[in-house]
């Protein structure tokens, strides 16, 4: 990973402004999709209504480890063999898609998770669940911080940098590198993410 | 005399600038420690004594953040504000959502006041992250 920073720094730094169709940062499309979505949990808890919940919370948990395990396992490794031209093209393409999904399905699936385990009892410190419940609010408070306040800021930092005319390569290269860093620790927390809500639905 | 002018201004990427970003992030930190604290003690009252020195504790980081933010020179404001207010507007959403649970959860009274007080750091500190990273490295 440390060769694809330095080629991405070789490749983009110097040279010529590339003509290349401008990154829209926050995707318009996905917006109702991510409106429909919040208006559907909000319903959700308002009306109690057990079935969408459970819904939200089951696709809403699934989706986001699944996405999470699958960029930085499987996707990470491929990326960090294609050529640099390719990577850019993708990252231009996906990262913004990344900017509406990750927030929306995080979204989904803790509003309606707290709720869940309130309305079964989970959340009473009696509960065989309240210790578990509790290492998962850690756990997810872990991968909030990483991910508000370290991935986010570099994601939209990234994207804004490859809309300049000449972006800086180094640049680009420097914030990417905290994707590297938490990778490791996000895996483990998704990891534990599911141990915690298996050993929850089981108990 | 022709002087070269960029080889002594510095670039965006090479300024330095004082830890805005790590302040409102340890901020963010702080009201989530809290947030887990009182969501631990559900449906129970949560201990406030610790919950409200997280919050001032995590609202005094975000106050330094933005203290330094209107102190620092040579950064794109226009940049910072047109990130901004399309975070907030997303943060908005979500503390909107959270507060709503709370409220249907009947959680009313200091306890109410503090996870507001939260929300509050919350809405206002993830946008001065992601807009403060993306503002240092503008160039205009």
Redesign the interface.
């Known amino acids: 990973m440390t060769d694809t920073v330095n080629d991405v720094a070789s490749l983009m730094s110097d040279g010529p402004p590339l003509n290349r169709p401008k990154i829209q940062v926050?995707p318009l499309k996905g917006l109702p999709i991510s409106a429909a979505a919040?208006v559907f949990?909000?319903l959700a808890?308002?009306g109690n209504w057990q079935w969408a919940l459970v819904f939200c919370h089951v696709a809403g948990g699934g989706l986001w480890t699944g996405i999470d395990l699958f960029v930085g396992l499987v996707l990470g490794p491929i990326l960090g063999r294609l050529s640099i031209p390719a990577r850019a093209e993708f990252a231009a393409r996906f990262m913004p898609k990344m900017v509406i999904i990750m927030?929306t399905v995080v979204?989904m699936t803790l509003?309606t998770g707290?709720?869940i385990a309130?309305k079964m009892g989970n959340?009473?410190?009696k509960s065989p669940n309240h210790s578990w419940?509790?290492a998962s609010?850690?756990v997810v408070?872990v991968m909030?911080?990483i991910a508000?306040?370290?991935l986010?800021?570099?994601n939209?930092?990234v994207l804004?940098?490859m809309n300049?005319p000449v972006p800086?390569g180094?640049?680009i290269g420097r914030l990417m590198k905290r994707f590297i860093y938490t990778a490791g620790i996000t895996g483990l927390m998704q990891i534990a993410t599911l141990i915690i809500m298996t050993r929850v639905a089981t108990q | 005399m022709n002087i070269d002018q960029t080889s002594t201004v510095p670039s965006s990427s090479e300024r330095s600038y004082p830890p805005i970003g790590w302040l409102s992030t340890g901020a963010l930190a702080m009201v989530i420690i809290g947030g887990i604290l009182m969501a631990s003690y559900a449906p129970r009252k949560a201990p406030l004594g610790a919950a409200t020195t997280l919050l001032v504790v995590g609202a005094s980081l975000l106050l330094s953040a933005g203290v330094l933010l209107v102190s620092v020179k040579d950064f794109s404001r226009t940049t910072f504000f047109k990130v901004f207010k399309w975070a907030i507007f997303a943060d908005l959403v979500t503390a909107a959502l959270i507060e709503f649970a709370f409220v249907r959860d009947h959680t009313n009274g200091e306890s109410l006041l503090i996870v507001t007080g939260m929300l509050a750091v919350f809405t206002l500190s993830v946008p001065t992250t992601i807009a403060f990273t993306v503002a240092r490295y503008a160039e205009d």
Do not use: D, S
Request: proline share 6%; glycine share 6%.
């Open positions: 926050v919040v949990v909000t808890i308002a927030p979204m509003a707290f709720q309130r959340l009473y410190a419940l509790i609010f850690c408070g909030a911080v508000l306040g370290i986010e800021p570099a939209i930092a804004f940098e300049k800086n180094e640049l």
